[in-house]
């Protein structure tokens, strides 16, 4: 029996025999956990977690944001949930082109404003899947919303940070500004109202009537192109898709398929599969790990965008040929050069996963893209707005440019495991473009060298991005050293990067990991 070291700082593992829940909040896990303890499934408590930290974590998530998730019933078939919003009908190359953007979508511009998609997924969820009422499901988040929550001490820190931003707008300024202190009490009236009315007339209460027509009118007066149809043609706008999945020693991993990046998650992991892992040194397995993600990344940057624009692309990429011709690629020695496109830099998602006592799982995913989203608040609804149109591109003929309708490329992405057909893990790791990296190191350290859960999450993380090497501050400098001596270009960063929940079933015990690195935890009975 290997022995925890109590006094490294670091979390041990959390245990249970029925349900659990692991989010990156703890009173999203608080929420959830009594939905499963009242008998909800974890649909529900998925809902309630996500209802909660969408007003206690609000520059991660909101009701003005997108969603994913991947849903395993017991023993059954894994479905992929797409609720990611679509670009104005109006919206195209030429038109923003002709408002004066020309080759990317500010994040505070009313163009990144893509219609939300969370309520539509959110309400989706729970007409298909739901066994409590919305409005038991949304108390605790309007409780909150309307009453005030403690500010927790990593949602303090982003606030502080993020707060020249959303200095910009005069309405987000009235809100959230001054940023307030760990333990202080903020609260979201009008948030509360909104709940209130989504709860009471489901996705209608959001995407119709009033509350969309003072939304359109605002993103008008911004400049945007939205209309009140882009809005209610969003009503019942999420969609049951088929999830795509790729083999790795022995287990399936199930991604979401584009828009997602999923597909670059699963492309590493074939990649390194190529690989001993388990017998390569660290900075071995980190350079590894750094060329496959240049080589997904430049693949999914120059074809990924909406699904009608790129059909087929998981299939190509994912072919025995392709993975070997990428393999094939890598070079021990040295480091390759930097990719042809760049994403956006973003970081700001939550991530959470359930299991139920019946043996369902979710992995679930919901963001505003950059910290407070577009940094744009609708002085009349409450509601910020996600940014999640600054990944579009403006060069025609793209996959991944901007036109009517389209859903942008998606760094969120939830994580499924299962293995003999059976859901055996729902994982996810947050961090925008660092995700589809961080699913494959971190599924890396637990399948190929056995690492607990919490263990995995705990380790020093890399990123090739940028043309350069972005290592977590506790990353030792011999490996560093070794890694710069092979080209790579090493930029040692001065906080946390991303962070991570998953749940782990096996014969009645349920294992459970959440990252650290964020305010929550994993907690089951």
């Not at 969609?239 to 492309?267: D, K, M, T």
């Not at 971190?442 to 190929?448: E, K």
Request: hydrophobic share 45%.
């Amino acid at each position: 029996m290997t022995r925890f070291d109590f006094l490294s700082g670091r979390r041990a593992p959390s245990y249970g025999a029925r349900a659990m829940i692991a989010t990156s909040h703890p009173l999203a896990s608080a929420a959830g956990l009594a939905v499963l303890a009242e008998g909800g499934n974890a649909v529900d408590a998925a809902i309630a977690a996500s209802t909660v930290q969408a007003v206690a974590d609000p520059l991660m998530t909101g009701i003005g944001g997108d969603c994913f998730a991947l849903y395993a019933p017991a023993g059954g078939a894994v479905r992929a949930l797409n609720g990611s919003g679509r670009a104005p009908a109006a919206a195209s190359v030429a038109a923003l082109q002709a408002a004066g953007l020309t080759d990317h979508i500010p994040q505070t511009s009313p163009h990144a404003v893509t219609v939300p998609g969370a309520i539509s997924a959110w309400c989706r969820l729970h007409a298909d899947l739901g066994s409590l009422p919305l409005s038991r499901l949304f108390r605790d988040a309007i409780g909150y919303a309307r009453d005030g929550y403690p500010v927790t001490p990593r949602v303090a820190q982003d606030w502080a940070d993020a707060a020249a931003l959303i200095g910009g707008d005069p309405h987000a300024a009235a809100v959230f500004l001054p940023a307030p202190a760990a333990g202080a009490r903020h609260a979201q009236p009008l948030l509360a109202d909104r709940l209130e009315e989504i709860a009471a007339q489901g996705a209608a209460g959001f995407y119709q009537g009033d509350t969309a027509a003072q939304m359109v009118a605002h993103l008008a007066s911004l400049g945007g192109l939205h209309t009140e149809r882009d809005f209610a043609e969003a009503t019942e706008g999420a969609e049951w898709v088929a999830p795509i999945s790729a083999s790795y020693r022995g287990f399936e991993v199930h991604e979401c398929p584009p828009n997602g990046q999923g597909v670059a998650a699963l492309l590493i992991l074939k990649i390194l599969e190529g690989f001993d892992m388990a017998a390569l040194s660290p900075a071995d397995r980190i350079h590894v790990e750094a060329e496959a993600t240049k080589l997904a990344y430049h693949h999914r940057d120059a074809l990924l965008g909406d699904p009608d624009h790129c059909p087929g692309l998981a299939e190509a990429l994912l072919s025995d040929p392709a993975i070997a011709a990428l393999r094939g690629r890598i070079d021990m020695a040295r480091a390759q050069p930097p990719v042809l496109w760049d994403e956006p830099e973003h970081k700001d998602t939550i991530y959470l996963c359930v299991v139920d006592a019946e043996g369902n799982a979710i992995s679930f995913i919901n963001s505003i893209f950059h910290g407070f989203g577009s940094g744009r608040l609708d002085p009349a609804t409450g509601v910020l707005f996600h940014s999640r149109g600054a990944s579009f591109w403006l060069i025609p003929g793209h996959p991944n440019a901007i036109g009517p309708r389209k859903r942008p490329m998606h760094t969120i992405i939830p994580g499924m495991v299962t293995q003999g057909g059976r859901a055996v893990m729902p994982f996810g790791v947050m961090g925008g473009q660092y995700q589809a990296t961080g699913h494959a190191a971190f599924l890396s350290a637990v399948i190929d060298r056995g690492l607990s859960l919490q263990a995995a999450m705990d380790e020093p993380r890399s990123f090739a991005t940028e043309g350069v090497l972005q290592v977590e501050p506790t990353m030792p400098q011999d490996i560093c050293d070794d890694l710069a001596a092979r080209g790579h270009v090493i930029k040692r960063l001065a906080g946390p990067m991303g962070g991570a929940q998953a749940i782990r079933m096996s014969d009645g015990l349920l294992e459970g990991g959440s990252d650290s690195r964020k305010d929550g935890m994993a907690i089951g009975f």
